[in-house]
Every structure is written in structure tokens, then in C-alpha cells.
């Protein structure tokens, strides 16, 4: 089976529906229109459950299959937009200034529906499928506020499914890969406390900017000094604030960034000696340095049965040619994590085309993608339970 037979009249709906979303972006939580309008729609394809407020503005869908019982399998879209002033020029651009949906979460969502829509009438398969429509993937932890409302064991969802659009890969292409696929996200946040005084007579000081100047370099050792090269992880100091005047040695300093990891190993040894480091050079600096490590989102780990499954699925839509299943994994993070953690499952990537990057002002998902999109997950489900 290629894509749908109905796949360009799926596609064309749904390509409004993704316009209408596009103009109405939403943050983190706050989706209430746009969960209003999935609910509705989903009300209307004669979905047999229609769930909002799982994790706040959450929503899940249930569609039983007319083959008889079986398992419930779970796919997963994302609501949210980002902060962003969108410089797309599209006529449908977005309404709210400063909101944009530069992640293309307007495009899963609309596939999502688009799926929907053809499995509540087709129902070729036995068991059920439950339509994950979650708020706050946008550093929100959403996934996780649904996993922690009693999403997994309310809806009896054995496994579940995520796709997120990927530009650069070519339109009607899918791509994953076995194992982590995408890595966690710890923060940190850093207060550097010396002793302010004249700048002209720094020997009566404890100059933190300079301590915080070293923390910074001696922080980039660890990836190159402290771990096997072969093996991933990102330290990014992103913020560093200090000082308001010329001839003022400041108080304080503050440092935080991001740290990205693919192995649990790797996660627990970066934030050690981010730890040790800092220590260090306040002993070495007489500085005081408060650290306030965060763990964030885990690692997104691809379970092997799973991850066969779904690019079986996308072979048979897109033909071998346009499947790669051994994808190199990125160094992004993704909250579907939470929920592979609660259950095994796969996190798939769908060509987006040689569009802007995704976070860009000028990004937009592609709507010639949503016939390929709708026809994995059809395939997806009638594979899984078949
Ligand atoms: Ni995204």
C-alpha cells in the first residue's frame, strides 16, 4: 500500500485545517482554542471518546476498531507554538504577534486529525487507537503532565507513537533509528559571589566576572577533556550576566546553560563534573558558586520491536528508497520521552523539504506533507493492530 487512496482529499482538508491553526498559535498550556477545535473535530468524525484537561489542555481521542478486541495503541501530536514574531508573509500567518507555530506542531496536529478522520470511518482494525493531542512540548513537559495524569492507565494504552516533521529531509521521506534518537535536556543556573569594589584596586576584591570567565572555559573541558570523544555531549553556557558599571568590580555573576546528553552514563558523569568543576574554581578563586542543576527532559529511546514496526510502515507508504532506519540521532530534545518512558513506543521523522529550520521566523510546514503523514499513521495502526 502506497498512500491512501483518499490521500489527496484528506490532504486537502486537512491542509485548512492546518492553516486555521497556523493563525491562532498558542504557548505551552494555554492551547484552549486550539484544543477546542481538535475536540470539536474530533467530535464530528465520531470518534467514541473525546477526553480534554488530561495534563491540563491535553486531549485524547478513543476510536474502536470494528475487527474486534485488542490492545490500545497510542499516537501522539503536539498543540503549542513558540515565541516567536513569524516572518513567514503567509497570508494565513499567524494573528498574534510574537506567537508563531514555528515547529510545524500545526501540521502534526492537522495529520493527526486527518488520521483520525479516516480511521473513525474505515475502523479496519481490531483493538483501539487513542489520539494523543498534547499542550506544552515547548520546554513545558506536557508529555509528562499527561503521563502524570493517569493518561497510559485510563486509556489502557500498551503502546505509543510520535512523528515530528524534520526539514531538510525530502518531502515523502521518513527517518529514525533503533535506541536514543534524540537526547535529554538538563539546565543549569550558576551564582558566581565574590567581593564588589573599585575596578582600580581589584586586590581588594574577588572579581567574579573573572571566576566566572574561567568556570565558562573550564566547562568546555569537560566535553573534550572528561569524555569519550566517540560518545555525545553538549555543555552550552547561554546566559552570562554580570556587572552595570565601568569602574565597578561586581558582587555577583550568574552563569546558566543547557546540557545535552544521549546515555544515562554520559548524563550522570556531565553533571558531576559540572559540579567538581565549579567547586574547583571556587576554591582555586575564592569565589562562592551556587549550582542548580536541573534534570529535564530523559533521552528519547526508540524501543527496538517498536521502531521495526513504524518503519515497516513507512516503507510500505513511502518505498524502501525513502526510509533510512539507521538515522544519526540529534542532539534536541523531545518531550514524547516521557511517554516512551512510560511505555514502549517510537518516535519517527517525516520530510519537511528544504524548508527554513525548524524554530525559525521563516519556517512553515509543508503541506504537500500531510498525505504522506496521514497514510503512516493509517498504515501505522492497521499494522499494529492488525
Ligand atoms: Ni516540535
Not at 5 to 23: F, G, K, M, S
Not at 95 to 118: I, Q, R
Not at 129 to 153: C, N, R, S, T, Y
Not at 329 to 334: H, S
Request: charged share 20%; hydrophobic share 40%.
Amino acid at each position: 500500500m502506497p498512500l491512501l487512496n483518499n490521500a489527496l482529499e484528506i490532504q486537502t482538508v486537512a491542509t485548512a485545517w492546518r492553516r486555521y491553526l497556523h493563525q491562532i498559535p498558542e504557548l505551552q498550556y494555554d492551547v484552549f482554542e486550539t484544543a477546542k477545535f481538535i475536540s470539536e473535530k474530533l467530535k464530528s468524525f465520531g470518534c467514541d471518546e473525546v477526553v480534554t484537561g488530561i495534563g491540563r489542555t491535553g486531549v485524547v481521542a478513543i476510536i474502536r476498531g470494528r475487527n474486534g478486541d485488542g490492545q490500545t495503541i497510542g499516537l501522539r501530536s503536539d498543540m503549542d507554538a513558540l515565541p516567536i514574531v513569524e516572518a513567514t508573509g503567509l497570508e494565513y500567518a499567524s494573528k498574534t504577534s510574537g506567537k508563531m507555530h514555528a515547529c510545524g506542531h500545526d501540521g502534526h496536529s492537522a495529520m493527526l486529525l486527518g488520521a483520525a478522520k479516516h480511521l473513525a470511518e474505515t475502523r479496519n482494525f481490531s483493538g483501539s487507537v487513542a489520539l494523543i493531542f498534547q499542550p506544552a512540548e515547548e520546554g513545558g513537559a506536557g508529555g509528562k503532565a499527561m503521563v502524570d495524569d493517569g493518561m497510559m492507565d485510563r486509556f489502557k494504552i500498551s503502546r505509543v507513537f510520535g512523528m515530528h516533521n524534520l526539514p531538510g529531509l525530502p518531502l515523502g521521506s521518513f527517518a529514525a533509528c533503533e535506541g536514543p534518537i534524540m537526547a535529554a535536556a538538563d539546565k543549569f543556573d550558576m551564582v558566581i559571589t565574590g567581593r564588589g569594589g573599585h575596578a582600580a584596586m581589584p586586590h581588594q576584591t574577588i572579581d567574579p566576572i573573572v571566576a566566572a570567565s574561567q568556570l565558562v572555559t573550564a566547562l568546555q573541558s569537560i566535553v573534550s577533556r572528561n569524555t569519550d570523544p566517540l560518545a555525545s555531549l553538549v555543555i552550552s553556557v547561554t546566559k552570562f550576566h554580570a556587572g552595570d558599571a565601568y569602574n565597578v568590580i561586581p558582587q555577583k555573576a550568574e552563569i546558566a546553560g543547557t546540557v545535552r546528553t544521549l546515555q544515562p552514563v554520559m548524563r550522570d558523569t556531565a553533571e558531576r563534573r559540572i559540579k567538581e568543576t565549579a567547586a574547583g574554581i571556587a576554591l582555586a578563586s575564592g569565589v562562592e558558586i551556587a549550582v542548580d542543576y536541573q534534570r529535564y527532559y530523559p533521552v528519547t529511546v526508540n524501543h527496538a520491536d517498536e521502531t521495526k514496526l513504524a518503519m515497516e510502515a513507512a516503507r510500505d507508504v513511502a518505498g524502501a528508497k525513502q526510509v533510512n532506519d539507521s538515522l544519526d540521532p540529534m542532539m534536541g530534545a523531545e518531550d514524547f520521552s516521557f511517554m516512551l518512558e512510560a511505555r514502549p513506543g517510537s518516535m519517527i521523522f517525516m520530510g519537511n523539504g528544504d524548508s527554513a529550520g525548524l524554530h525559525h521566523p521563516k519556517y512553515n510546514f509543508n503541506d504537500e506533507a500531510i498525505g504522506h503523514g496521514v497514510s503512516y499513521w493509517v498504515r501505522l495502526v492497521e499494522k499494529a493492530l492488525a
